[in-house]
């Protein structure tokens, strides 16, 4: 599929499969992610695996609806601040803005792959870094449920380009 066509068929599932990931789909999302562009290269982010089976009411303390849990897996990207490259105009610190990214194509391999996916960031941090175990300096950033879609693409709402686009200026 080229790209064109994979960001218009790309959209948030939100119903799941039981249906498990093949382990080489998972590879290639994960290398997608790994190949990510960040600020100078730092890769400043990590990417967490969670089978879902058995561990459904804990990481609905994350994110409450039924869906988050139906696939095989959830992926939770985090920046590592301390890794990352920081402007040194203003301390400005890229690493939540490089673990977008890697999420960005995260959901864009999954659909290549045929996968469904639902990028989060309306999750409760402090249950994320409870249940994940994360060190108070690592910043769960998003999350997405991976497997077969159970549900359908509806039409896409999206503004218009000219909305959104500024030509030289403001």
């Given at each position: 599929?080229?790209f064109?066509?994979?960001?218009?068929?790309?959209?948030?599932?939100?119903?799941?499969?039981?249906?498990?990931?093949?382990?080489?789909?998972?590879e290639?999302?994960?290398?997608?992610?790994?190949?990510?562009?960040?600020?100078?290269?730092?890769?400043?982010?990590?990417?967490?695996?969670?089978?879902t089976?058995?561990?459904?009411?804990?990481?609905?303390?994350?994110?409450?609806?039924?869906?988050?849990?139906?696939a095989?897996?959830?992926?939770?990207?985090?920046?590592?601040?301390?890794?990352?490259?920081?402007?040194?105009?203003?301390g400005?610190?890229?690493?939540?803005?490089?673990?977008?990214?890697?999420?960005?194509?995260i959901?864009?391999?999954?659909a290549?792959?045929?996968?469904?996916?639902?990028?989060?960031?309306?999750?409760?941090?402090?249950?994320?870094?409870?249940?994940?175990?994360?060190?108070?300096?690592?910043?769960?950033?998003?999350?997405?449920?991976?497997?077969?879609?159970?549900?359908?693409?509806?039409?896409?709402?999206?503004?218009?380009?000219?909305?959104?686009?500024?030509?030289e200026?403001?």
């Amino acid at each position: 599929m080229n790209f064109q066509a994979l960001i218009r068929a790309r959209y948030s599932a939100r119903a799941y499969k039981p249906d498990a990931v093949e382990p080489d789909k998972l590879e290639r999302i994960l290398e997608a992610a790994r190949l990510a562009p960040t600020a100078a290269n730092r890769q400043a982010l990590r990417v967490i695996v969670i089978p879902t089976k058995g561990r459904e009411e804990e990481l609905r303390r994350i994110y409450v609806r039924d869906w988050f849990v139906q696939a095989p897996l959830v992926l939770c990207v985090c920046a590592v601040p301390a890794e990352s490259w920081v402007r040194k105009h203003d301390g400005w610190n890229a690493a939540e803005v490089d673990a977008t990214i890697a999420m960005a194509h995260i959901v864009l391999a999954a659909a290549e792959e045929g996968l469904a996916t639902c990028w989060i960031a309306a999750f409760d941090p402090a249950a994320a870094r409870e249940v994940l175990g994360l060190p108070p300096d690592i910043i769960p950033s998003a999350f997405t449920p991976l497997g077969y879609a159970a549900d359908a693409a509806t039409p896409k709402k999206r503004r218009l380009l000219t909305d959104l686009v500024k030509r030289e200026r403001w």
